[in-house]
């Protein structure tokens, strides 16, 4: 892991660009404890902080990375697992490595091929390729974006880094809110690609990358995930997955330095684990939160000790929750509402203790169909299958319905076809729902959340629905919740985190698999089930997804009413939202009349991170 950073100009760079690129770097040292360096010439700077995960024999190589010539310089953030047979590939055809570090293989595969190299690596990245001769700057990021990269332009210069802090070190560059992505952030908890909360920073999108030269600048997609179920027998599925799942886990154990795996409850990190034992002694981790309904930590203690790890846990308070909020905040950089985000930095910081490099089981359920909410497509079939105006017929019965009424929600999803029923794994609030909340005065109008979404269900109309669900999740949950959270708060404790079902060999293959075997028996993930049968006990593999489940409605009641009556009433609340309506909200909330707890959580976490980058 590694913190990346620089910008590049037309016009030449100023007097005290090597101050500038420092200080960008410093605001990236929990990424890359270990070291770095920067670079400076007429037209380009670049910046560098290393995390080291072994491998390296002898005093560390001077940083950042160069060719033979030096002609080329590269700040890399990430893992190529499959640099060795590329290294014996190029130095077959001439090439001269200087260093045993993965990252020097970008350089050589660039002079090879250009910007198609990208094709050829297999692994997480972020990086920055400056050709000082041709004076271009080449950025590219993983297809699944699991490496973080954003960018800002101020007149014809180009600046980027790995988080949105290290940007705004830069002279000119000054924080303010996106009002376009906030009713987005309302939808989906977080902004979607390639925006972000700040006006005027993007993030480049994930499979592509981005060249600048004297001449303009090119964004380009290199990669793109088809989705092409085939018909196969169950044990051809089973087969490959097992294959590929053991070499994806091969592959993300590389190097030399104390690694371990976050262990869940559920089938994902509990087969990781169960591959890493095979071949090592491992570490495992896990959290729960005091006053939850669901014990996340028995059933991943119990799987420990089936598995002979060496386990550790944590239990979680809400006092300590809510204290390590603005450190949370500051580290993920943008607003991202999801509370499993707080319960992964308190993961990660208890790996951190004890290893630099930490397996995860991102990006198993929108590879292997792992939400609940896959399944609805099925259960709504009955209904979507009746005629045009008989479903209307249902659906104004069911708008007489009162609130709460039994099958009222069921009969709406049910006759609403997909694109106007699904934006992603969370919705927060709905359309008619913003109209009450935000501040008509600030947003006269926006833009449909469905606006952003309809792309992609265009892309899909092929596919069954359960598969255009993932499809969407893909492009816009993983990229825009899961991977944001699951960096940063690593990153926070400068800790390694590597997503072996991530492994773009294995997405693809998981591409080519029917519902009929992802969605069986009344579970989710059935073919993942029924692959990691082979070194799982069987009540593990049956156990349901739970994730990391945290009591944030009981919390708000119990423990932050009021916090949030305090944050609720401030003057930025009043800039932003229609303050009657918030305290009726959370007045409902706090007496039980109603749960709005993640959407109370959504706006408390906006106003925080406001406070925090555009306020302090």
């Given at each position: ?6 910008f ?24 890359g ?7 400076v010439?007429?037209?380009a ?49 001439g ?16 002079q ?10 297999r ?5 920055a ?19 973080p ?39 989906f ?17 994930p499979?592509h ?31 490959l ?31 990781i684990?169960?591959?890493?034992r ?8 896990s ?40 450190r949370?905040?500051?580290c ?18 208890l ?32 209904v ?35 694109e ?9 609030f ?13 947003f ?10 309809a ?11 359960s ?64 692959t ?10 049956r ?19 009021g ?20 305290e ?5 909330h ?23 980058f555009?306020e302090?």
């Amino acid at each position: 892991m590694s913190g990346i950073c620089g910008f590049v100009s037309r016009e030449g760079l100023p007097p005290e660009s090597g101050d500038i690129i420092r200080e960008m770097s410093r605001r990236l040292a929990h990424r890359g404890p270990d070291g770095g360096g920067c670079y400076v010439d007429d037209h380009a700077a670049l910046g560098l902080r290393h995390l080291s995960t072994g491998g390296l024999q002898g005093a560390p190589p001077p940083l950042p990375l160069t060719d033979e010539t030096s002609r080329c310089v590269l700040v890399f953030d990430g893992a190529i697992y499959n640099h060795l047979s590329l290294r014996r590939e190029l130095q077959g055809r001439g090439h001269r490595f200087k260093t045993g570090m993965d990252s020097e293989t970008v350089l050589h595969l660039y002079q090879e091929m250009g910007r198609s190299c990208v094709s050829r690596l297999r692994g997480m990245f972020a990086f920055a390729l400056w050709d000082s001769r041709e004076r271009q700057l080449f950025l590219a990021r993983d297809r699944f974006g699991i490496k973080p990269l954003y960018y800002a332009w101020l007149g014809s210069t180009l600046v980027f880094a790995s988080e949105p802090e290290a940007l705004f070190a830069f002279p000119g560059l000054k924080p303010a809110v996106n009002l376009e992505m906030l009713p987005h952030y309302l939808t989906f908890q977080y902004v979607p690609d390639p925006e972000t909360m700040f006006q005027g920073v993007r993030r480049l999108l994930p499979a592509h990358y981005l060249a600048w030269d004297f001449q303009g600048a090119e964004s380009k997609r290199y990669w793109q995930l088809r989705f092409n179920p085939v018909s196969k027998p169950l044990s051809h599925f089973i087969d490959l997955a097992d294959s590929l799942l053991k070499e994806a886990v091969r592959l993300h154990m590389s190097g030399d330095v104390p690694r371990g795996a976050f262990l869940s409850s559920g089938i994902d990190s509990s087969s990781i684990a169960a591959l890493m034992r095979r071949r090592e002694e491992v570490n495992t981790y896990s959290v729960g939160c005091a006053g939850g309904r669901h014990d996340e930590l028995a059933p991943a203690r119990e799987t420990a000790s089936l598995l002979g790890t060496r386990h550790r846990e944590k239990l979680i308070t809400p006092e300590e929750f809510w204290s390590e909020l603005p450190r949370i905040l500051r580290c993920l950089g943008e607003p991202v509402a999801d509370p499993a985000a707080i319960a992964l930095f308190f993961a990660a910081r208890l790996a951190a203790e004890e290893v630099k490099v930490i397996l995860s089981g991102e990006g198993a359920d929108e590879a292997f169909g792992g939400y609940q909410i896959y399944r609805e497509p099925l259960a709504v079939a009955p209904v979507q299958g009746l005629p045009a105006p008989l479903k209307n017929c249902l659906r104004g019965a069911a708008d007489r319905l009162p609130a709460g009424f039994k099958g009222k929600n069921y009969l709406h999803r049910a006759t609403a076809p997909l694109e106007k029923r699904y934006y992603g794994n969370a919705l927060i609030f709905p359309e008619a729902e913003k109209e009450k909340l935000l501040n008509r005065e600030l947003f006269p109008t926006w833009s449909p959340a469905g606006s952003l979404t309809a792309p992609y269900f265009k892309r899909s109309r092929h596919l069954d629905d359960s598969t255009r669900m993932q499809h969407l999740d893909f492009y816009t949950w993983l990229p825009g919740d899961i991977l944001v959270k699951a960096d940063r708060m690593t990153a926070a404790h400068s800790l390694e985190l590597r997503v072996p079902y991530l492994d773009h060999r294995l997405v693809e293959f998981a591409a080519t698999i029917p519902r009929k075997y992802k969605l069986a028996r009344g579970t989710t993930k059935y073919l993942l089930r029924r692959t990691a049968a082979a070194y799982l006990p069987k009540e593990v593999c049956r156990r349901p997804k739970l994730g990391f489940p945290v009591p944030i409605a009981a919390w708000i009641r119990k423990h932050y009413y009021g916090d949030l009556e305090a944050l609720l009433r401030g003057k930025t609340a009043a800039t932003y939202f229609n303050l009657p309506y918030l305290e009726e909200m959370l007045s409902a909330h706090g007496q039980g009349r109603a749960d709005y707890g993640r959407r109370l959580w959504t706006v408390a976490i906006f106003l925080l991170w406001h406070q925090l980058f555009l306020e302090q």
